[in-house]
């Protein structure tokens, strides 16, 4: 069985190497074997999980939430529910995230349109919201 470096990893799957020890670190990735001079070796299928790494955070998870994806992803069939589900609650955050992002843009729009008609700098209605104790 052929090995990777860490160097060799990094480029199959697109990262930089201190992503590789990042995600090492987290859990991630395997502890790999070392050489007798301490090189990492990692298996080959790791640029693949470092692939699947990068693009489960793409579609929003965080480093936790793959590493419970891969944890259930060793058993697909087994687990199939289980993943499913987790995606679905990762759709219900996304889109209550859009929709404070929506919040955040009208008021920002409001405060925009408010602002055009201002006059002095001194009477800003973005400085005086973000000004205020409360919300706006």
């Known amino acids: 069985m052929v090995h990777l470096t860490i160097g060799r990893l990094a480029q199959l799957a ?3 190497l201190e992503t590789i020890r990042y995600y090492e670190r987290r859990g991630l990735l395997p502890k790999p074997e070392r050489t007798a001079a ?3 070796q990692f298996p080959p299928d790791s640029a693949r999980r470092v692939r699947f790494i990068k693009r ?3 579609l929003g998870f965080s480093l936790d939430e793959v590493r419970d994806l891969l944890t259930l992803g060793a058993a697909p069939r087994q687990n ?3 993943i499913r589900a987790r995606a679905k609650a990762k759709i219900e955050d996304i889109d209550g995230r859009i929709a404070a992002l929506r919040a955040m843009k009208r008021t920002l729009n409001a405060l925009v349109d408010r602002c ?3 006059g002095a700098s001194t009477d800003c209605p973005i400085v005086a919201c973000l000004d205020q104790d409360g919300a706006a």
Do not use: H, I, K, L
Request: proline share 0%.
């Open 14 to 16: 697109g990262v930089n």
């Open 38 to 40: 301490g090189y990492r």
């Open 56 to 58: 489960a955070q793409t």
């Open 80 to 82: 199939r529910s289980t």
């Open 116 to 118: 055009e008609r201002c």
